[in-house]
C-alpha cells in the first residue's frame, strides 16, 4: 500500500497545474480532481483571512478518519499538497525536495509558460525517483 496517494500543484490564482495519482484506492477523474484543487485553494485562502493569529499562512495540514492532507505554500503562491495514509511522518520535507525539483526543472525551463500545467519530462522523473526514495525510507527498506 502506498504512503501517498496523490499529489496536487496549484497555482496562486487557484488552477492545478499538476496532478499525479500513486495510490491504488479511489483513483480520481480529471474533473474530481480540478474540484479538489479549486476547493483547497479556497479553504486555504479562508483559512488565512479567518485565522486569529497575524501573519497566518493557512491550513498546513488538514487529517481526517481515512487519509491526511499536507500542503506547502511557496513564497509566490504556488501550493504544493499531497494525499496520504493517516500519521505518514516527514511529508513536510518531501513537499520542500518537491519545491526544488519544481524549481529545479520546471522554472528554470525556458520553455514552461508560468501559470500553466506542467508538462516536463525532466520534472516528472526526478518526482518519480524522489516519491520512491520516500517511499523505501518509509518502509525502511
Not at 524549481?103 to 516536463?120: G, S
Request: net charge negative; glycine share 6%; charged share 20%.
Amino acid at each position: 500500500m502506498a504512503a501517498i496517494y496523490s499529489l496536487y500543484i496549484i497555482n496562486k490564482s487557484g488552477g492545478l497545474i499538476f496532478y499525479k495519482d500513486y495510490g491504488s484506492k479511489g483513483r480520481m477523474d480529471t474533473n474530481d480532481s480540478l474540484r479538489v484543487a479549486s476547493l483547497w485553494h479556497s479553504m486555504h485562502a479562508i483559512s488565512q483571512q479567518l485565522s486569529p493569529i497575524n501573519g497566518c499562512s493557512g491550513i498546513e495540514l488538514l487529517e481526517a478518519d481515512a487519509f491526511d492532507l499536507h500542503c506547502f505554500q511557496s513564497l509566490t503562491g504556488t501550493k504544493f499538497f499531497v494525499v496520504c495514509e493517516t500519521g505518514t511522518q516527514h511529508m513536510e520535507a518531501l513537499l520542500k525536495v518537491i519545491y526544488e525539483l519544481y524549481m529545479d526543472y520546471v522554472l528554470k525551463n525556458p520553455f514552461y509558460e508560468m501559470e500553466m500545467p506542467i508538462r516536463c519530462e525532466l520534472f516528472d522523473i526526478n518526482l518519480t525517483q524522489a516519491i520512491q526514495k520516500d517511499r523505501v525510507a518509509l518502509l525502511g527498506r
